[in-house]
């Protein structure tokens, strides 16, 4: 056993050597140290305000849906690191891998056959466009290289995914000239329950029209958009997406990788719309928050058009492809969301927050409250004070990353409505004092 170092040892080596997601060298802002974490609470390793466990409002990024050291997946792991934790998938192939490739296309809308297991989220993104290039490069058309996206939305980190990421978020402005310029369309108007508008409706078929013969295709988050905003939009837009992709021959890509396995309160965000996508991305939530595991699926009609191809293969092929640990916890943690009526919890949880965040609305600074499934978002008039929001959600005893104007929260599927209600409080305090 190595030395044990103290919480104090701990953090100052973390400030000098680290990165921490979005932050600066050496590290500005003290994270907080976490010893361990079951069910939905996280422990500390010394206490914070007061506080030495905090309920998780954030589901560590859309993933941990069921909770923390859940039994269930527990065995999963331990049972396949007991058989090996990895080999490599060029040559060789496995279980827990074909496993649950198989059970993604049952569950995906039907036109998704074909399963490529990839390592992150932004990886399944690069794979994503990766396909859709080779796809048109087999079929004769390499002009057709560009994507349309709509603005406001995220889709990873990697290069291809930063640039269909919203424009404005300063990233952007930070490479200009260096990321592939791609097409925008103005964000969807906002508003799950909203009428689509006609004018944007024509605004997107005409830029769909008008660029065709670049286009690729059209990526977006279908229904929310998350890490750009955290804003809900009218399911019929991803019905306009699907007839002008149709009508002007561009492949469809839904990044489902937030909204995937329950979390608007359909199994996939497309479900609103009845409409399937040609390529359809998955990750966060889909080893249930275990370990990094992603899911690029596509249709027959795309595997068919890169395969007859001058080089019929897909190319692209991760170190940890198809990784058996990951594979295994992720086809348990879906085996354990179908095992129980998901869509029921999502819902008590939506009444939850929809009770616990309105008084919200009355609070100075408040501009919007709003609510889908099982994903709560207070939205301000200013630039969230993020020091002074996390603090005060943790006096409340939960655990909550603000970001821009946004104070949001997506629990576990297993938060009791107790605890529901002590994460609406938090998101409250950190509203008023952030
Ligand atoms: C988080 C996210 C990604 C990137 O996934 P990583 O695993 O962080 O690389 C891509 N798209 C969407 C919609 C996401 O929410």
Known sequence: MPEPLTPGELLSLDRQHVWHPYGPMPGTAAPLLVESASGVRLRLAEPVEGQDELVDGMSSWWSAVHGYNHPVLNDAARGQLERMSHVMFGGLTHEPAVRLAKRLVDISPEPLQHVFLADSGSVSVEVAVKMCLQYWRSLG?????RLLTWRGGYHGDTWQPMSVC??????HELWQGALPRQVFADAPPAGFDAAPDEAYTAHLRELIGRHAEELAAVIVEPVVQGAGGMSFHSPGYLRVLREACDEHGVLLVFDEIATGFGRTGALFAAEHAGVAPDVMCLGKALTGGYLTLAATLCTTAVADGISRGALPVLAHGPTFMGNPLAAAVADASISLLLS???????????TGLRNGLAPAADIPGVREVR???????????????MAAA???????????RPFRDLIYTMPPYITGDDDVARVCAAVCAAAREG
């Open 340 to 350: 129980q009526d998901w869509g029921q919890e999502v819902k008590r949880i939506e």
């Open 390 to 400: 996390t603090r005060a959600a943790v006096r409340e005893g939960v655990w909550l």
């Open 166 to 171: 919203d424009p404005d978020g300063g990233m």
């Open 141 to 145: 058309k390499p002009r057709k290289q």
């Open 371 to 385: 609510v889908l499934g099982a994903i709560g978002v207070v939205q301000l008039d200013h630039e969230v004070d």
